[in-house]
Structures are given as structure tokens and as C-alpha cells.
């Protein structure tokens, strides 16, 4: 009798969940990470010699309409070619009929695992500086993410920033396809895209996604989710958490947030007015695109007033006196001189 | 390769079909039901064996002859008959069973030797059991994962005698010795094989190291997935060993 080693059990229980990649050209290292919709694997691509991340449904191919939004997303991701958007290399099919793609093997961390190390907050806004660069160039292209969050963007081992995850992505000129048969397939949620459907993680939802209303579902609905991983930057936290899922989403459609300066005073006012602008229930009052967001990203960072908070008298002498502290104490210091300068002459 | 003696009998018998062996031992048809006590022991007899030995610190005849007489009286008694899906996995409430059969046959034991349950000596045995308390939670908790432990060993070792007899059936020797090789052999070995070095052991490409060990193995999950269903009782418990065994949602 083969009587099978502890090791080899061990070994034997990782790979018969894996994928099954005989007839691909590519060999299974690791499983990187599950999501609702799929696995994503570390696998090694024998014939360019390289590690990719291989992406695969989770559930069996009857599902059919999972596979046809994994083929969608990477379609969408290959067309939006940009720094900050994980590139896609392959789409294929498995010898058991499941859907992959294989994309850029990316090495960092998830936003949510690279905050809890560097708290700087300069870094931090420059780091969500290029999260809305890249989601701006994929609006550009008329494609809209739906599903912002920190899980969703990676930190690269340069401070590079890559938005991942474009699996409920939609096109905003196109149909897209029927949504998957089971209504709980992503993290607690769906990817389902039908009217009243709900589309995203709660956390991270606006409200027209929180009611599930398609139709109006637009740039502002990243806008919203950019405004909440702003107030995640600041807070540490995400806007509305606690409770199950539909009772964050009833929080979304309800209540506002709590304001990020609850949590920690030393937020600037600022930073905590473009958050909250950004995160507006009705999507008309949030910021009409990304730019004029990501504009005032970089003049609060350059010292300057942003448009989404007014600054009374006060706030704007100490703004000035803040970005202005070194000419001030040269000022300082040569009314200092002059007047010992004038009492040591007048002795 | 251990070589074990003949308790369990001989070559394996399988359940043909998916019908779960844990409630067929409550069928009135006799040899469904003694079908289904041998599932239960060819998966099981090597655990409790080990379990008894270990947890009850008996030596190697005394477990021997603890394991058969449990499965006899199993069988005599309808031990099974009392288990409820509902309240654990049967895979507990075996152990539970084994806990209180080799509890009462060392009360017995006592019995005979020391002539009925009469108290000679008066003897702390409760601040003896209270200087044990500690430990014995702790190996209460480790005894568990033990009993799981070889129960998994036991149901992949099934498995693979059984892969070795099907993918033989498809004149699939090579899926088969590759498989052995390379997810059996080589695994907690100093030696790193690589798919490379397979296909020069065994004069294949590399392509078709991959395709085999994937064809062997795709045969191995379904082999192992069968035999968990039989040993199940209800879809729930199937699914729920089937994740937290292979990970995988069925």
C-alpha cells in the first residue's frame, strides 16, 4: 500500500484545487489570492520564461455568463493601456472549460496592507494622485471601474500604483453580458449588472449603487469611491463600516459619514471637505470629473486653496503663514538684526 | 512505503456508487449494510488504530484488538444508528464512539483485574485528575487535529491505490508512476525535482510531464471526491468536508 506521507498530503491538498493548466503553456507556482469571482494564481510562462498572475472563475463553467465578464474584463483592461493599470498579456480556456486570463505579475501591496506601515500623509495623496490619474485615463476611454477600494490597488516596490481588479468594469458605450445565476458572487455582493442589481463592496458603494440603479451609474460613481478611499487615506478606515452588508448599504443611502475629523483632528479641513465633496449622495454634487478632484489633490499639496472648502480670514493667514515660514523668520531675523543693530549704535 | 500488518483485510474494496456509506449502515438490507461498515473501516481502521494507540497509549496488540472489536460492535450494536448530521461530522462522532468504547473496555478490563469496581485503596483520584486537567485539554485539542490528520492520510491513501488500479484499467502506467514520483515521493524529500529532470527520468517532454501529472491528478480529486461523499452523510457535510479538505466550492 502507497501509504502517503504527511508532506505529500499537504502538497496533494494545495494542488488538486488548482487549475488544471495542461494544454497551456504555463506552469502553477502558487495561488496568489480568491475573490468572489475567481482565483488569481502566480503561474510561470514557459515559453517567454517570466511569472505571471493567471485569473480563473472560481465556479464551474455552466456559469457561463461569469466567463463571458471575465472575458469582458480583460478586454476592457487590454484596451486601457496606462502605467497605472495592470496590463493584460493572455485570454484562454482551460481543458475543463473554465475561462483565464494572465496578466503582469505585480509584487507590492494592497493599499489597504501599505497604509497600515506609511502614515505619511504627503506620500499617501501622492499615492492617490496617481490612483486618480489612472482611473481618469480609463475614463477617458468611456470605461468606468465600479468597484474602487484599497483591496483593489497595489503599491508596487517602487512606489508605483497599479488599479486592479476590472472585474465589474463596464463600458459605458456597450451592453454588457447577463449577470452570473447565483446572486451572491462577489464578496457578499454581485456582479450582476441587470437594473436593481447591486454592483461593488459596500464599504466602498456610492448610493445609486447601493440602491442598485444602473441607470445611473457613471464617472461620478468612481468619483464617489475615490472620495472614499480619500477618507480611508485619512481616516484609516472606510467611510461606513460595521454591521452586515445590507446595513452598511442602508448607511450609504441613509446617513452621511462621519466627518474624518472626528477621528483625528489634525486632518486638514481641506482634505476632509474633498473627501466629503467627493463622496455627495446626490452624484451632482460631487466633482464633475476626476481632473478638477486630482487638481485639488495637488494644490492643497503645493500650499494653495482647494474648491471644495472656503477658508475663513484666519485659516488663510495661517495657510499663508504656514507655506510662507522660512521667508517669515528671514523677516524675522533681519528685524531682529536691525534692532540690535540699533540699540548696540545707539549705546 | 510503510508496511503495515493485516488488519483491515485485503485489497480495498470501493462503494461503486456515490450513495453515502454512513447512512447505509442503517439500511435493513443486511449486506448493504455490511457494504457500508467495509467503507467505513477500509477508510477508518488505520485513525482509530493510530488514535488508540496514541490517545489510549496502548501497545500495538491491545489497539489492534481495541480497533476490531470497536468496528464488531459497531456493527453488532448499530453504534451508527445514533448519529445525528445535524449535531457534528461523523468523522467526531466516530472518535466520540471510539473514546467511549475503549472507556468502557478499560473499566472491564479493571474489572477483571481488580476484582469488580470494588475500592480497595483510598485514593485521591480527583486531585489526580486535577493535576492532569491541563495537559489533558491540551491533548484533547492536539488528539483532534491527530484523528484528522490520519483520517485525511487514510482517505488519500485509498485514493491512490485506487488511482493506481484505474489509470492501470486505461493502460495510463506512466500518468500513474509520474504521479507517484513526482506528488508522492518526492514530497518532504531533500530532493527538488523539477519537471525537467521528470522528463528525462521518464523520456517525455515537458509538456507531457505536465498534461500527465494533471491527467492523474484530475483523476485523484474525482477518486477523492467520490469516496468523501460516501463517507458523508448529507450534501451539507459533503460540501463542507469537500472545502475544508480541497478548498474547493462545489
Redesign the interface.
Known sequence: ?????????????A???AP????TKY?LVHRIATGGMGSVYLVED?SLDRKVALKII??PVSSGNLAARLIQEARIVARLEHPGIVPIHDVGTL?DGRVFYTMKYVQGRRLDEYTRQYRSLQNLLRLFQKICEAVAFAHANGVVHRDLKPENIMVGSFGEVLVMDWGVAKVLTESEPPPPASPEQRAGDTTGTQQGTILGTPAYMSPEQARGDLAALSDRTDIYALGAILYFLLTGRAPFDGGSSHEIREKVLREPPPQPRLFDPKIPRPLEAMALKAMAKDPAGRYPGIAQLSSDVVRHLDGQTVSAYRETLLERVDRWVEKNRFLIFLIVAYLLMRVFTFLTMGR | MSIDTSIGGGKTKFPATRLSAVILTHSADEKERTRAFSTLIATYWKPIYKYVRIKWRKGNEDAKDLTQGFFAKALEKGYFDAYDPAKARFRTFLRLCVDGYVANENKAAGRIKRGGEATILSLDFEGAEQELLGDHAAAEASMDSFFDQEWVRSLFTLAVEHLAADLAGKGKQKHFELFLRYDIQAQGTEETLTYDQLAREFSLSVTDVTNYLAVARREFRTIVLDQLQSLTATEEEFRSEAKALLGVDL
Open positions: 500500500m502507497h501509504n502517503v506521507p504527511t508532506a505529500a498530503v499537504e502538497h496533494l491538498r494542488v488538486l484545487d488544471d493548466l495542461s494544454g506552469r514557459t472560481t465556479t481543458v
